[in-house]
DNA sequence: ACTGCGCCAGTTTTT
DNA sequence: CTGGCGCAGT
């Protein structure tokens, strides 16, 4: 948006009369009344508002401070409220302040919330991810790198698909050896700041028979050749730019005076070297995090950051925020005792004041489905008893297992949203689109012209596309330059020459058009011009009228933006869909993506050994794996207000197979006295933990006896003691047969495939093939 | 150049 | 069970 350069526009210079000094050198000692945890006469309201381990945290305004805030203690509300004493105190512009955060949505939460305590002048902040603010970095110095200020950022897809084509240019076999496999390699050593020539051969790993290194160093001089960035390299490249050019970074330097950081657990090795390097000249840096709620480890997060904080900045100020607001005194107890189990933790003791509440709840229950089942009654009587679906929430391990959940709502007709589900930009139809959107904004974009230059069918298939691709490998330009150099020669049939010869046109009239024509306007043309739109309405699928539908929303979705560029770094960057929050629903997601939520009741279904804790986690990570995903279970347990279910299966299906499984270690991890097993299911029948443990051959915890996690694998189901016949609603009256046309108030209109007892199997128009209950559907 | 068939491998979490 | 990929046939 706005180049990064304008600093004379909000340094104290071009302002003298509002801020007292200029540059970090001559910066006032406080003229704000805070600086410490007591009550002063005199705090402003916004920090009279909070307790005084808060207060500290918000009004310790000089030097460096740590804020190791518990789950629930206020962490944003300080964040928030720092942010607004520093404006308010005229301290800095809203232009010195940088405020980093790892999502988006917390980038929006806190710009609102600023927004709402300061009553506006918050123009002009820093204030978004690390991922945001280095790009925008990036695209002000990005000559400085080989690349120009207009270089795309890729997803992970083309991400697999360059690297395919490098490994089949060294003539690795991309069979074995998979592009994706290659790809989290070089992102770890993006994570930790490491490009090509850092990485120390000694590690260059087991991949491909060493050549990992090899194909990094190739990789990136492809990306530089086509003037794009991963999404490693945004902060990789900063780095590279600080160091390479000390000017710039004094420049940033100077001009952040305070520096602003949440979940600072969760940085990884590049993100803490940019964050110390900008901090250098002097900034007030407050990081704020929760060692027990590191989670992302797996993707470079290093929780020694945060225990290294003191010897970054001596003399920093630790600020431990443990009064707990969201939590009953039961579910917190619970979380703590199984936290306690972790090794190596800052330690923190969380405390809250209130009624006990109810301790968790611990059901075991047959198979997968009974689980579901059993959740959505439970649901339905909650709901009975006055709690809105919105307040609600299934935390589950891993995305597949939303399915299950999702088809037991849908046939309890229980509104439900899946939040961080598949994305928009992600399908292929909203990719493909984009892809048309690249190759406007910059004709040098490979990737995305390979995409779509034979999308819809244009008689461009392999053929020509490999020609194009040896002769600008051989000019060493871009393909769009390639192909157009083909178009006047006669390498390839004159029919795929008038081909492209048409959409290099159309390419270079929809290039001028974008001048003066907002972006909406463009795509419906391009859309509709390009044949993209015609073919899925000539597509006579059941998915064909979705994708349409998909296009419509983003046509829609281009009138928020001013300009093709602004929009393409929305979709590399703000990966996500929007939820309506407007409506009453129970809110399924990842325990990932709950992160910073919370909800009243809360279900956390699947705690079995080889699911949570995912095998994976340990097979790849061993014990530190293993403690992760014990934090990922504490951050369950603390997303919930009032009330906690955890549940696991005896049996569930993974891929085809059924496969039975032990309960999760964690459940035996739980403090006894915060936890009421449930027994009404009839299994594990009122035996405590101790005796279940034995029963099911579980050792103790850490162990080797825990195996496999799952056990005996069977190909069909199995058979169960108790039919479900419980949760049965009498057959509709209907007289529903094979063949009806129905109605169903989710899937539209469909057709009846079978009868059984009272589901029937239709097959949606739209939704495709669904079992529902007879009672949720009507004639049509 | 395109279509269809059969084989395989895969599913943790995400900016 | 799905989807991606390679191969063979048109």
Redesign the pocket.
């Known amino acids: 948006m706005s180049d990064p350069f304008e600093f004379s526009e909000n340094t104290p210079e071009a302002h003298p009369e509002s801020v007292p000094a200029s540059g970090p050198e001559a910066e006032p000692k406080a003229s704000g009344p805070v600086t410490g945890g007591a009550m002063a006469a005199g705090d402003p309201p916004y920090l009279a508002m909070l307790n005084p381990e808060q207060r500290e945290a918000a009004g310790t305004l000089d030097g460096a401070v740590l804020v190791l805030a518990g789950a629930g203690t206020g962490k944003t509300r300080v964040l928030v409220t720092r942010l607004t004493h520093i404006l308010m105190s005229r301290r800095a512009f809203p232009g010195q302040i940088l405020a980093v955060t790892?999502?988006?949505?917390a980038a929006r939460e806190m710009m609102e919330r600023v927004g709402n305590l300061l009553g506006g002048g918050a123009e002009g902040l820093w204030l978004g991810?690390?991922?945001?603010i280095s790009a925008r970095i990036l695209r002000a110095h990005a000559e400085m790198l080989g690349l120009k200020s207009n270089f795309t950022i890729l997803?992970?897809d083309d991400q697999?698909?360059l690297l395919?084509q490098v490994m089949e240019a060294e003539n690795v076999d991309?069979?074995k050896w998979?592009p994706?496999a290659l790809n989290?390699i070089i992102?770890r050593w993006k994570d930790r700041g490491l490009t090509p020539d850092k990485v120390t051969p000694s590690e260059a790993s087991e991949f491909a028979s060493g050549k990992a290194l090899n194909l990094y160093r190739l990789y990136q001089s492809r990306l530089k050749t086509l003037n794009a960035c991963d999404?490693?390299d945004l902060l990789l490249h900063n780095l590279t730019l600080f160091t390479k050019h000390p000017d710039v970074l004094a420049d940033y330097q100077r001009r952040f005076k305070y520096i602003l950081v949440d979940e600072y657990q969760d940085t990884n090795v590049s993100q803490y070297l940019w964050l110390r390097l900008l901090a250098q000249g002097g900034s007030n840096v407050c990081c704020v995090g929760d060692d027990d709620q590191s989670?992302?480890g797996?993707?470079g997060a290093e929780v020694g950051n945060i225990l290294r904080f003191e010897k970054d900045f001596p003399g920093a100020h630790i600020v431990r925020l443990e009064r707990n607001y969201r939590s009953t005194p039961q579910i917190l107890a619970a979380a703590s005792g199984l936290i306690a189990h972790n090794e190596g933790r800052l330690g923190k003791t969380l405390w809250t004041e209130g009624d006990d509440g109810e301790k968790v709840r611990v059901t075991g229950v047959w198979d997968g489905d009974a689980e579901a089942r059993d959740v959505a009654e439970t649901i339905e009587a909650i709901q009975r008893g006055g709690t809105s679906l919105n307040e609600i929430a299934v935390l589950v391990?891993?995305?597949?297992q939303t399915r299950s959940f999702e088809e037991r709502f849908i046939t309890c007709a229980i509104p439900y949203r899946v939040i961080?589900g598949p994305?928009f930009y992600e399908r292929?139809e909203i990719r493909d689109a984009v892809a048309y959107f690249r190759v406007i904004a910059q004709p040098d974009d490979d990737l995305a012209f390979e995409r779509i230059i034979?999308t819809p069918?244009?008689?461009?298939?392999?053929?020509?596309?490999?020609v194009a691709h040896v002769l600008a490998r051989a000019e060493g330009t871009s393909l769009v330059s390639a192909c157009g150099a083909l178009i006047g020669s006669d390498d390839?049939?004159p029919?795929?020459r008038t081909a492209l010869a048409r959409v290099l046109e159309d390419f270079s009239r929809w290039r001028a058009q974008a001048q003066n024509m907002n972006p909406s306007e463009l795509a419906e043309i391009v859309l509709d011009e390009s044949g993209y739109a015609g073919m899925w309405q000539n597509d006579k699928s059941v998915e064909a009228p979705g994708r349409l539908e998909n296009l419509k929303e983003l046509v829609s979705a281009l009138e928020d933006f001013e300009s093709l560029d602004s929009f393409l770094e929305h979709v590399s960057?703000?990966?996500?869909h929007e939820d309506n929050t407007g409506t009453d629903m129970v809110n399924i997601?990842?325990?990932?993506?709950a992160k910073g939520l919370e909800f009243d009741v809360v279900f956390l279904p699947g705690w079995e050994e080889g699911l949570f804790p995912?095998q994976?986690?340990m097979?790849?990570?061993g014990a530190a794996?293993l403690e992760?995903?014990r934090r990922?279970a504490y951050v369950g347990l603390t997303r919930a207000r009032k009330l906690a279910y955890i549940s696991f299966a005896a049996n569930r299906r993974l891929?085809?197979q059924w496969n039975s499984a032990i309960p999760s270690r964690f459940i035996e991890e739980l403090p006894k006295d915060h936890v009421e097993v449930d027994v009404s299911k009839g299994l594990y029948g009122g035996s405590p933990p101790e005796e279940r443990q034995k029963k099911y051959g579980g050792g103790g915890s850490g162990g080797s006896a825990h195996g496999q996690g799952y056990g005996g694998k069977r190909r069909s189901k199995p058979s169960s003691k108790k039919e479900d016949a419980g949760s049965m609603v009498a057959a509709t009256p209907d007289g529903l047969t094979k063949g009806s046309r129905v109605f169903h108030q989710k899937f539209g209109y469909g057709r009846v495939q079978g009868v059984e007892g009272n589901k029937l199997d239709i097959s949606f128009d739209k939704a495709g093939?669904k079992k529902v209950m007879a009672s949720f559907v009507n004639p049509a």
């Open positions: 790892f999502t988006n949505k991810t690390f991922h945001s997803d992970t697999h698909r395919r991309y069979k998979p994706r989290a992102q999404f490693g989670i992302y797996w993707r391990r891993t995305g597949s961080g994305r292929k034979n069918r244009r008689g461009l298939g392999n053929t020509t596309l490999q390839i049939r029919q795929a960057l703000v990966m996500e997601m990842t325990l990932h993506g995912h994976r986690a097979d790849e990570q794996g992760e995903e990922l891929y085809n093939r």
